[in-house]
């Protein structure tokens, strides 16, 4: 493995018979070392575990014959969640009166609440969750939205664009709050 070269020291005689001692300069061979080194490195990559990426299940609808009827929902059983800024949460429950009054609002501290209830209320294959973040809304707010689905153990839900309407409703509830 490692090797003590020995060097050609000074071999000069001091004095008349006394010979003086080879001088030993030791020189280690690291060669081996960078090897052993490099084994242990790979040794360590192949057994560590890589790191598997979290991701959430994803439950598809099943293929139905007519087209027109794959993404029906029931009137009763649909929540619709639209994300706005500063974290506020406007939402209804079946299809939004054209005067407004079942449009309501809360915030993510609240919207667990509301998502129980919903879903106490209502039968699980009909309970169906429209996400709508709008243009204000951060990507924190829609990833805490899809976790509560995960939380709440909603089966049906979908992310969707947030209709002219409803983003009207939202500007005009927020101006009103900010006078």
Do not use: C, W
């Amino acid at each position: 493995m490692a090797d003590i070269g020995e060097g050609g020291g000074g071999g000069h005689k001091k004095g008349p018979g006394v010979k003086k001692g080879k001088k030993v300069n030791p020189r280690v061979d690291l060669t081996p070392m960078v090897d052993l080194g490099f084994l242990l490195i790979t040794f360590f990559i192949f057994t560590t575990t890589m790191s598997t990426p979290t991701a959430m299940s994803l439950y598809l609808p099943k293929d139905t014959e007519k087209p027109e009827e794959q993404n029906k929902a029931k009137e009763s059983g649909a929540l619709t969640l639209m994300l706005a800024k500063d974290r506020n949460v406007f939402y209804y429950e079946g299809i939004l009166a054209e005067d407004g009054s079942n449009f309501k609002s809360t915030n993510f501290k609240e919207l667990r609440n509301i998502i129980l209830d919903k879903k106490s209320r209502t039968d699980a294959k009909d309970l169906v969750i429209v996400i709508k973040p709008n243009k204000d809304s951060k990507f924190k707010d829609v990833v805490d939205a899809l976790d509560e689905m995960t939380i709440n153990d909603i089966k049906r839900y979908a992310l969707v664009d947030i209709a002219e309407p409803e983003q009207k409703l939202i500007e005009v509830s927020q101006g009103a709050s900010q006078q």
